[in-house]
């Protein structure tokens, strides 16, 4: 979907829009035209996010009256990306491009979430993803779809966020622990033990 491509399909009507999306992103300036199309756009926009919206896609959730999330559906949030090539030169320029690139898409989550920048830029820092229930919680979104024939069904209220950094510290964690040797050697000593020794002697040198 490009930006012209949905500009000609917004404006061959009126009145109030449903956005559906389920996408995991692309092009971040092709979001932002699309995102200020919707922000412009004189009726309503309800974004109902059906699958899931990652990237630069969650850019542009965010530019609905009201964004609504399906129970089954999942929102990332990231730090931009790009490829360079060049001396050390061009590559400060590109570092300076994603520093502001990212500035640009903090703009988007602040305005809706009402959260700090600085909490933004440390959920965008760690690649975080989000169930419907930590995207209402977080404010990324309004509320959770429910069945229209059944408005009083029951939503579980358990949150998921997923961050690339805690799973990775998570899992580096679990394997050292699963690799730590407990049995005694043939002194009768653990590995543990004698690393502790080991260090005892450093000291005296």
């Not at 399909?9 to 035209?33: F, K, Y």
């Not at 988007?108 to 440390?122: C, V």
């Not at 993803?129 to 995207?135: F, I, K, L, T, V």
């Not at 510290?169 to 040797?181: D, G, M, P, T, W």
Request: hydrophobic share 45%; glycine share 6%.
């Amino acid at each position: 979907m490009t930006p012209q491509l949905f500009k000609d399909e917004l404006n061959a009507g009126d009145g109030d829009i449903t956005v559906w999306i389920n996408s995991p992103g692309g092009d971040c300036v092709a979001a932002a035209q699309i995102y200020n199309m919707l922000m412009d756009y004189k009726g309503d926009v309800t974004v109902k996010i059906d699958g899931i919206a990652a990237s630069a896609a969650s850019v542009i959730a965010m530019a609905g009256t009201r964004v609504l999330v399906s129970p089954v559906s999942m929102m990332m949030i990231h730090n931009p990306a790009t490829v360079a090539m060049g001396d050390s030169a061009e590559m400060q320029k590109a570092i300076a491009m994603l520093d502001e690139v990212k500035e640009s898409i903090m703009n988007a989550y602040e305005i809706k979430t009402g959260m700090s920048r600085t909490k933004i830029s440390h959920l965008m820092d760690a690649e975080t993803w989000m169930d419907a229930n930590s995207a209402v919680e977080m404010g990324f979104a309004d509320e959770i779809m429910k069945r229209s024939d059944a408005e009083d069904i029951e939503i579980p209220q358990v949150s998921m966020v997923y961050s690339r950094a805690s799973v990775t510290n998570s899992l580096i964690e679990k394997l050292a622990q699963h690799c730590k040797i407990e049995k005694p050697i043939e002194n009768g000593r653990t590995v543990d033990e004698l690393l502790e020794r080991l260090n005892l002697i450093k000291n005296h040198f």
